[in-house]
């Protein structure tokens, strides 16, 4: 099939940066033409007065957590965890399965196009992800088995995942540590040679708050970045979120071993991790930082839109500098940065000829978007809309949300189905 996106403005965000006046065409799944395009195709969408550009990357979710959405709100990382754990036994795969539907339901329709998620049961988020159309790179959580709740070894668990799942066009298995306070020098190793033999990335939390670090130091006596330098498991596959509480030394080291960094500003600050995320820093040292909302439980918000502005605001407030983290910036980490931290810079984050289409088109006929210039269209985007102004989602070059509505799932059904399993779970008397 073929989509002509006629008639608005193309932010491209190749490596000029261009934006241009003219269409898009899309051939099956990839785009074939970006300008003044005069061909026909089966399907002609007008996008006068709106943006056309590429779909955003959420680089950290735990999306299965929609179901704890609320649930643990205006207290510490610590409690919050403590009482998801509370949860976690009451919770089947059949609550994971509608709970992750929901999510991508909320990401494909604020814009969201592919996502990197850390879960166990990730084989029910590929359900989920092929039954909305999106893009899911799902990393199955590995920590020691001593204390994980899994059945089984986890590691060998995310190996049967990867296996049963590898080829898939819109599922990419990968493997997921959660982090220096849950997993051994030997699952980290184990983990880094599963990622090397299946040629994928590995998603890790990186010094999210000072008690991670302070504890890890009093274990250890190094600094949770400077201990996994030792080991040996730092390398270019490495894609480290949060990473709040780095030094310069540190980022160095990072930025040395290839390692890609996902700034979570909402997270972080409704959490109050304390401190901001070194971007500045990592920017200098050309560390490729990409941005991710993290879990529905510690942000309650999967929308990307709100992650670029606060992203740029918390920077340049906490900097005293208004030059920190500009428009085009946080665009970069919403799009192209969030490819080049999954090694998928040559395939999306962009709209340029031969890359899929993983496109969204967003309405800038508003109030609010007004008045609009070429110029000014980044700053637009950043600072002035959110996921609502989405009209148009399409992945692969399939329309999977069109009239803010998707197209593949009953989003009412959807809704319903986890009002009832929240109900079971969450239900008077039990929250």
């Known amino acids: ?45 007008d996008c006068s007065g709106s943006v056309v550009m590429p779909g955003l990357i959420n680089n950290h979710n735990h999306v299965a957590n929609t179901i704890m959405r609320g649930y643990a709100d205006d207290v510490h990382l610590e409690q919050m965890l403590e009482k998801a754990f509370t949860v976690d036994d009451k919770i089947t795969t059949r609550d994971v399965q509608v709970a992750s539907l929901a999510g991508c339901v909320e990401m494909i329709r604020t814009g969201t196009t592919s996502f990197l998620d850390m879960f166990y049961w990730e084989n029910e988020v590929a359900r989920a992800v092929r039954q909305t159309g999106m893009r899911g790179f799902l990393g199955w959580v590995v920590l020691d088995r001593e204390i994980s709740t899994q059945k089984g070894d986890p590691l060998k668990n995310c190996a049967g995942f990867m296996r049963d799942l590898k080829g898939e066009e819109l599922v990419s298995p990968l493997v997921a540590v959660h982090g220096v306070y849950t997993c051994s020098e030997e699952t980290f190793l184990g983990a880094r040679d599963l990622a090397e033999r299946e040629d994928v990335p590995v998603h890790f939390h990186l010094s999210e708050t000072r008690k991670e670090v ?3 130091v009093e274990k250890y006596g190094l600094r949770p970045p400077e201990w996994l330098e030792k080991i040996g498991f730092l390398c270019e596959r490495g894609i480290a979120a949060h990473c709040v509480w780095l ?30 995320a070194p971007l500045p820093e990592m920017f200098e040292n050309g560390m490729t930082v990409c941005l991710g909302t993290d879990s529905p439980l ?8 709100e992650e670029m502005k ?16 500009p428009a085009q910036k946080a665009l970069d980490m919403a799009t192209i940065e969030g490819a080049r931290a999954l090694g998928m810079e040559e395939s999306l984050g962009s709209i340029e000829i031969g890359k899929k289409a993983d496109i969204i088109v967003v309405d800038m006929k ?30 692969n070059g399939r329309i999977v949300m069109e009239g803010s509505r998707p197209t593949n799932v009953d989003e009412d059904e959807v809704v319903r189905s986890l009002q009832e399993h929240a109900d079971e779970i969450f239900g008077e008397g039990n929250d």
């Not at 390692?259 to 991790?273: D, Q, R």
């Not at 510690?298 to 839109?305: E, P, T, V």
């Not at 109030?367 to 809309?385: E, G, M, Q, W």
């Open 366 to 395: 508003k109030a609010k978007s007004t008045p609009l210039f070429k110029s000014r269209i980044p700053s637009h985007l950043v600072y002035s809309c959110n996921g609502g102004d989405v009209s148009h989602t399409i992945v």
């Open 247 to 276: 030094t310069t030394n540190e980022i160095r080291t990072l930025a040395k071993r290839g390692v890609s960094a996902v700034h979570c500003p909402v997270s972080n600050m409704k959490l109050a991790s304390g401190g901001f």
């Open 1 to 45: 099939m073929s989509i002509l996106l006629r008639g608005g403005y193309v932010l491209t965000q190749n490596d000029e940066r261009e934006i241009l006046a003219g269409d898009v065409l899309i051939d099956d799944d990839r785009i074939a033409e970006v300008g003044k395009v005069t061909a026909e195709a089966d399907r002609e969408i």
């Open 310 to 325: 606060f992203c740029s605001l918390m920077h340049k407030a906490s900097r005293w500098d208004a030059t920190v983290v």
């Open 214 to 216: 302070y504890g890890h």
């Open 298 to 305: 510690s942000n309650n918000s999967l929308d990307m839109f």
